[in-house]
């Protein structure tokens, strides 16, 4: 079973900085588009950015001109840079990308078990 794998959460003072990652566990046949979505106490999931094969970019506009996504598409890992961060941004934020797993298997979203981002003095 392929698995998203996230790292690189933490706690962080308002204005710093964090870089998220994400990669399958194993083997893929392909990925289609990556991306980042949040979560935050009592609140829904919503997409915070979301990059394509092809390098077509997404942004909420909550994290535009503050946040960065990219992807490597040879260790297919994509990443989210996230600069002057605000107690704001404090959620769990989870890792998404669809994906075909292997030949004749429909592509699918997959998502990572999350990781905690919180912003705090």
């Known amino acids: 079973q392929v698995q998203l794998v996230e790292s690189g959460g933490g706690l962080v003072q308002p204005g710093g900085s964090l870089r998220l990652s994400c990669a399958p566990s194993?083997?893929?046949?392909?990925?289609?588009?990556m991306g980042w979505y949040r979560q935050g106490l009592g609140k829904q999931r919503d997409l915070v950015a979301a990059i394509t094969s092809g390098g077509s970019i997404n942004f909420a506009d909550s994290v535009k001109g503050r946040f960065t996504i990219s992807r490597d598409n040879a260790k297919n890992t994509v990443y989210l840079q996230m600069n002057s961060l605000k107690p704001e941004d404090t959620a769990v934020y989870y890792c998404?990308?669809?994906?075909?797993?292997?030949?004749?298997?429909?592509?699918?979203?997959?998502w990572g078990q999350g990781t905690q981002v919180t912003v705090s003095s």
């Open positions: 998404s990308a669809v994906m075909i797993p292997r030949v004749g298997v429909p592509g699918l979203r997959y």
């Open positions: 194993g083997s893929i046949f392909s990925i289609n588009t």
